[in-house]
């Protein structure tokens, strides 16, 4: 008879490895493609954010991306001296700063839309599979951050 360990899977077999090197994946596969449009992927997702709604404060920001302001403060001053944002206090609450596109920041909007393209064209996938795959992806993470309560999911959209 052999005792029962808890020995973690192969990495192949856990979902935390799949999703994480997916992540990488889909990052190197937008690596040259950011590189043209002068940014990082970290930059893109904070401007992908501006993009559906301009204006925002830090937190705000820093709340949609799961992550600290004092993270993202660095990231929104390197995207200030590229011309991209701009950042100013609220006049109505002087401890927030917000985050406006400027119009470059803006025009870079439509030439990003090529990264959905190449991860399309990549995957070999269906739009819809990937669609799928999106939701699920989504449900699975709000429902493990609505477990731990650490990141508010009522702002991550549809």
């Known amino acids: 008879m052999t005792a029962q360990t808890n ?5 192949d077999d856990q979902l935390c490895y799949a999703i994480y090197s997916a992540g990488m994946a889909i990052q190197r596969l937008y690596k040259p493609l950011l590189d043209e449009l002068g940014l ?7 401007l992908n954010i501006l993009w559906r709604e301009d204006g925002q ?22 995207l200030e001296a590229a011309g991209l944002v701009r950042r100013t206090r609220n006049p109505d609450n002087e401890r927030q700063v917000v985050i406006e596109l400027t119009e470059r920041g803006r025009a870079l909007q439509p030439q990003a839309g ?28 709000d429902a493990l951050y609505g477990d731990t309560g650490k990141w508010s999911i009522a702002r991550t959209g549809p």
């Open 57 to 78: 404060t830090v937190g705000g920001i820093a709340e949609q991306l799961a992550l600290e302001s004092s993270t993202l403060t660095p990231l929104l001053k390197r």
């Open 7 to 11: 020995v973690p899977l192969p990495l």
């Open 114 to 141: 090529c990264l959905g393209e190449a991860l399309l064209a990549a995957s070999g996938q269906l739009p819809e599979r990937l669609g799928e795959l999106n939701r699920n992806v989504r449900e699975l993470r």
């Open 40 to 46: 990082t992927y970290p930059q893109y997702l904070v």
